[in-house]
Nanobody, 126 residues
Framework: QVQLVESGGGLVQAGGSLRLSCAVS????????MGWFRQAPGKEREFVAA????????DYTDSVKGRFTISRDNAKNTVYLQMNSLKPAVTAVYYC???????????????????WGQGTQVTVSS
């Protein structure tokens, strides 16, 4: 059984930082790309960042480039999302996800991800 457990969300003031973590079990973590998505109230889930299974490539939605960093630690089966210079507009529930296909390319499409965490709330106050 594949499980993804996110942590690290919370309430922070604008300009602050948070680091989200997502621990994965039940799947050989090192051969799957990982992604972070978010869903704000009243909006659809959207792509935030992805990291290739080789840990050599990343992708970000334009609005977070230069402020967010995705990384992975294969020894800990964990993917991270470091979020700096936070703005109220990024307030949402953040989800990590495991790609459907091993050894696959990066993707920003939610349909390419098979397993999802329960989500962690990130709230940025102004």
């Amino acid at each position: 059984q594949v499980q993804l457990v996110e942590s690290g969300g919370g309430l922070v003031q604008a300009g602050g930082s948070l680091r989200l973590s997502c621990a994965v079990s039940g799947r050989p973590f090192s051969v799957y790309g990982m992604g972070w998505f978010r869903q704000a109230p009243g909006k659809e889930r959207e792509f935030v960042a992805a990291i290739h299974w080789t840990d050599t490539r990343t992708d970000y939605t334009d609005s977070v480039k230069g402020r967010f960093t995705i990384s992975r630690d294969n020894a800990k089966n964990t993917v991270y999302l470091q979020m700096n210079s936070l703005k109220p507009a990024v307030t949402a529930v953040y989800y990590c996800a495991v790609m459907r296909t091993a050894w696959g390319p990066l993707s920003d499409r939610s349909s390419e991800y098979q397993y999802w965490g329960q989500g962690t709330q990130v709230t940025v106050s102004s």
